[in-house]
């Protein structure tokens, strides 16, 4: 705004001269109003990060935030507590070997002491593995002529195809360390060359991980008929670089399962050709990422979400009304951890009610903090609004999501459970890089959901995973726990 005696200056100057000066000083005015505009819009970009927002903790940078937990303190000191057992090696009745080390002469007087019986024994053990190497087996299989004619010949046992090979317990270790440890076909040769001393080719790695793909072949499908009957399940994706280029992997997780698929889509058109959501009955856990509400399902959103969002609105524009929702938020899990400890299945309807209606108030106080008012001018598009104003209307529109896990207690609080089985897909892609090919993004995702469902169900994965090289097929038991 210009200063009140330019103003009258002007009213001093010909009609014309006063119209033509006013209309150049609005359209500055719009300029700068604009500039000031985006000034605050990347101010607000440069402001988040993985505290505070959904930005991965990679994007910080040199910067990173101070850590703030939203734990309280317990007031005991770090580290284990009195009472506390702790876990050691421990001796065993039976060891494998044995080595018994002999006195043969006393250090004192020097007399020989070879064949007077010990006073007594002192023990210990050490715990290590025996050189490792590959064992060979040669199976031979008689072939003997009968007295009538025939030629009879003994058959090798299930597995034993070819005149050499390699066996399950090798394979599955294979797999176990490119897609459980991640590492890449030359660490894994490496890994074998340094332990067995033997040699492998890329080749070989290569079509061993496309026989574990093809054998999960069932188990996947089997997969996805469970999680769509689940009555909870979490639901996210992530980028993944295939090609060179960003596309996406689909994630789908339980208590007892895991499923992943790499789609080039990150929206409805691959949630629809994953088939899971489609036919999906149960609570959707997941972020406020609109292609979920596409589904005809209960959906619950992700409060650690909703947490860093509000910590933003707080740190960025000072606002109290998010302070208090986050101490809400917090109670209410709070109150529903205490009464699962107590055996409760839910919370009394007072419970329910109180808290419900201080959350209705912070927003509307949030609301009333952050007015808006329709423009007069329409441009293209909705119009635009603050950030805390979206985020108080997302809590005003959304209630029933947001609170799902303090009326059900079958919803967890959080999305955190589907964000872990995703999060070792960027450790996969800083140790290797992106993937050379779209099949083989589809192998190590269908081998992975294999993985991690097998390890949350308490099953010894590299045993799992031999198993796929056998007729003892565990895979189809796994997918329907």
């Known amino acids: 705004m210009l200063p009140e005696s330019i103003h009258q200056a002007i009213k001093k100057l010909p009609s014309e001269s006063q119209v033509l000066i006013e209309a150049i000083v609005l359209y500055y005015e719009s300029k700068v109003s604009d500039q000031e505009a985006r000034i605050k819009e990347l ?4 402001s988040k990060n993985s505290r505070n927002s959904s930005k991965p903790p990679s994007s910080d940078g040199y910067s990173k935030p101070s850590p703030k937990s939203r734990r309280t303190k317990s007031g005991r000191k770090a580290g284990g507590q009195k009472g506390h057992k702790g876990t050691n090696l421990k001796m065993v009745d039976s060891p494998d070997k044995t080595k018994v080390h002999k006195v043969k002469r006393c250090a004192c007087c020097g007399d020989n002491l070879r ?14 593995h025996p050189p490792l190497k590959l064992i060979i087996t040669e199976h031979r299989a008689e072939v003997k002529w009968c007295s009538c004619g025939h030629l009879n010949k003994a058959k090798f046992p299930s597995g034993v195809d070819h005149y ?16 459980y440890q991640l590492l890449p076909y030359d660490r894994t040769q490496e890994f074998v060359q340094d332990l067995f001393g033997h040699c492998l080719s890329t080749g070989t790695l290569y079509n061993i991980r496309h026989r ?22 979490g639901f996210d994706e992530t980028g993944i670089r295939i090609m060179a280029k960003r596309l996406w992997l689909h994630s789908c997780s339980t208590d007892q399962h895991a499923y ?3 789609h080039a889509k990150r929206g409805q058109e691959a949630m629809d050709d994953i088939g899971i959501l489609p036919n999906f009955t149960g609570v959707a856990v997941h972020d406020f990422w609109k292609s979920y509400y596409r589904y005809n399902c209960k959906h619950s959103l992700c409060n650690a979400h909703l947490l860093r969002d509000l910590i933003f609105i707080k740190e960025r524009f000072e606002q109290t009304w998010a ?6 938020l917090l109670k209410m899990k709070a109150a529903k951890e205490k009464a699962i400890r107590q055996g409760k299945s839910g919370l009394s309807s007072a419970t329910l009610s ?22 007069e001018t329409k441009k293209k598009g909705r119009p635009k609004k603050t950030p805390p104003r979206n985020l108080v209307e997302r809590f005003r529109d959304y209630p029933e999501d947001i609170l799902r896990f303090f009326y059900d207690f079958n919803v967890p ?14 450790v996969k892609q800083k140790i290797s890089g992106c993937f050379r090919s779209f099949q083989g993004a589809k192998c190590f995702a269908r081998i992975r959901s294999f993985i991690i469902t097998a390890r949350k169900q308490n099953l010894n994965v590299f045993k799992a995973l031999s198993n796929l090289f056998t007729d003892n097929d565990i895979s189809l038991q796994l997918a329907i726990i």
Do not use: C, W
């Open 43 to 46: 101010e607000d970009q440069i």
């Open 115 to 128: 064949h007077q019986a010990a006073d007594r024994i002192e023990r210990r053990q050490v715990y290590d």
């Open 164 to 179: 050499v090979q390699y066996g399950p317990n090798i394979k599955g270790l294979l797999v176990y360390m490119q897609d």
């Open 212 to 233: 574990a793909f093809e054998a999960l072949t069932d188990f996947e499908d089997r997969l996805k008929l469970l999680l769509a009957g689940a009555i909870v399940a």
């Open 260 to 262: 992943y698929e790499a």
């Open 323 to 328: 302070d208090d929702l986050m101490g809400l």
């Open 354 to 375: 109180k808290y419900r209606q201080q959350y209705d108030q912070i927003v509307q106080d949030g609301l009333a903090a952050n007015p808006f008012e329709i423009p």
């Open 413 to 426: 609080f959080d999305n955190n459970f589907s964000e872990r089985d995703l999060r070792m897909m960027k």
